[in-house]
Each structure stands twice: as structure tokens, then as C-alpha cells.
């Protein structure tokens, strides 16, 4: 079992309506610009926390905490990640998965097993604009297969893009809700520097202009059930 990163014991924000305790799995796929935990990405970032640790806090913290955010990096570049899961499961916590989507396979069995409540899947720009975030056109296709995978699926979940100026343009954004027409809820998540952004001389310190995340949102209202602004 490899070593977590780093937990954060409570969150209210990371898993809606559930108050969570937030793991944070090493290694990532992909290199964002924007990425808030930018050593997560980095070569081998080293884990800072063992299984038992964890689970030992959960164990303290069981009429508190209800649920667990699984975050990242990438958590489905985890080998055990069913295996870890599955324990969650088995102490009766909900479990929230947060992923790019370029491993749909992985996606798939964790559906099919119940592991995973509710799915938070990052779309950062339309297909054809991934090559400023990976290279690999199959983890491109990936994603394609997981919106489909997600929207077909009983479990709870949501699309989210974190909108960066330089990235996104408005027309950018109406592509991807094209893209997702029919899903029932769409995140935009307005950039706002931290330290750990992955690449600060891109992304700068300027947060994202909250009049453009609205303009953007009455663009794409019709496409989705639910369109919400995270600034």
C-alpha cells in the first residue's frame, strides 16, 4: 500500500453536504498550470501518512466525519485504490472521488464494486485543447469515455472546470457545455493563486473576474440542470 500524501482532518467545502475528511494521493498524469497542489505532481513526491494512521484518526473522529474526498494528483494511478476504498466502504463512510478522468477503466470497476458516492470530474477544455495539459492522446479519449461513463450512471456526481483567463475564453466554455449537454450539475471554479500552484509565472496572482464566470454561466445555463460558481 502506498504512502498518502497528506490528509486534511475536516473539510466542509470538498464533499457538498457532508462534512469529510480529505486524503490526498501522490503522483499525477497530467501538469495544469493552475494545479493548487503542485507537489503532488512533481516527480515522487514522498507520502507523508500511512493507512493506519489514517484510519486510526477516522476511528477517533467517526461522530464527526462521514465521509472521505479522495484527491490528488491523479487517485486512480493507485494500484490499491479498490482495496483502500473497500475499507472506507466497510466503516460505513461515503466516499467522494475526485479524478481528471483519463483512466475511465478504473472509473468503471470502482462504479460497478459501489465503491464511490459521488464522482467530481475536472474537464479542463474542450477534447481538443488538452495538449497544453497532457500529451497523450488516449488519456484524451479516456475522458471523452468517462462524461459518457458518468452521465449513464446512478451515482452522484459533477463536471468542473477551473477557468483561468489565459486557458479559457468564453467560447471555450460554451464548447465544453456543448460537450456535456444533459449532465445534471457544472462547476466553475474561478482560479485563485495559492503558493503550491504548479506553474505561477503562467497562472500570475489575479484571480479569475467573477463578472466573467457569470456571463459565463447564463451562456451555458440551458445545457445543464444545475450550473454553480466556486470562486
Given at each position: ?17 457532508v462534512?469529510?475528511c ?6 499525477c ?19 507523508k ?6 484510519f ?43 479524478t ?5 477503466e ?20 474542450p477534447?481538443?485543447g ?7 492522446k ?5 475522458i471523452?469515455?468517462?462524461v459518457?461513463?458518468?452521465?449513464a450512471?446512478?451515482v452522484?456526481?459533477?463536471f468542473?472546470?477551473?477557468?483561468h ?5 468564453l467560447?471555450?466554455i ?10 445534471k450539475k ?6 485563485r ?8 509565472e503562467?497562472?500570475?496572482g ?18 445543464f ?6 470562486s
Amino acid at each position: 500500500m502506498p504512502l498518502i500524501y497528506d490528509f486534511m482532518p475536516v473539510s466542509l467545502s470538498d464533499y457538498p453536504g457532508v462534512v469529510a475528511c480529505t486524503v490526498f494521493l501522490p503522483g499525477c498524469n497530467f501538469r495544469c498550470p493552475y494545479c493548487h497542489n503542485g507537489p503532488l505532481v512533481t516527480q515522487s513526491p514522498e507520502g507523508k501518512v500511512t493507512e493506519g494512521i489514517l484510519f486510526e484518526y477516522l476511528e477517533k473522529r467517526k461522530n464527526l466525519v462521514d465521509g472521505v474526498c479522495i484527491t490528488g494528483g491523479e487517485p486512480t494511478l493507485w494500484g490499491d485504490l479498490g482495496d483502500f476504498l473497500e475499507k472506507l466502504k466497510k466503516r460505513g463512510l461515503k466516499v467522494k472521488l475526485d479524478t481528471n478522468g483519463s483512466r475511465p477503466e478504473v472509473i468503471k470497476e470502482l462504479l460497478h464494486k459501489g465503491l464511490i458516492d459521488y464522482v467530481a470530474v475536472d474537464i479542463k477544455v474542450p477534447p481538443e485543447g488538452y495538449n497544453l495539459f497532457t500529451k497523450q492522446k488516449e488519456y484524451v479519449e479516456g475522458i471523452i469515455k468517462t462524461v459518457e461513463l458518468i452521465k449513464a450512471s446512478s451515482v452522484d456526481y459533477e463536471f468542473r472546470t477551473t477557468v483561468h483567463e489565459k486557458i479559457l475564453s468564453l467560447e471555450d466554455i460554451k464548447a465544453i457545455a456543448r460537450w456535456l449537454s444533459g449532465a445534471k450539475k457544472y462547476v466553475l471554479q474561478g482560479y485563485r493563486y495559492s503558493e503550491g500552484v504548479l506553474d505561477p509565472e503562467f497562472c500570475g496572482g489575479k484571480p479569475c473576474d467573477v463578472a466573467f464566470l457569470e456571463k459565463a454561466k447564463e451562456e451555458i445555463l440551458n445545457h445543464f440542470g444545475e450550473v454553480i460558481i466556486r470562486s
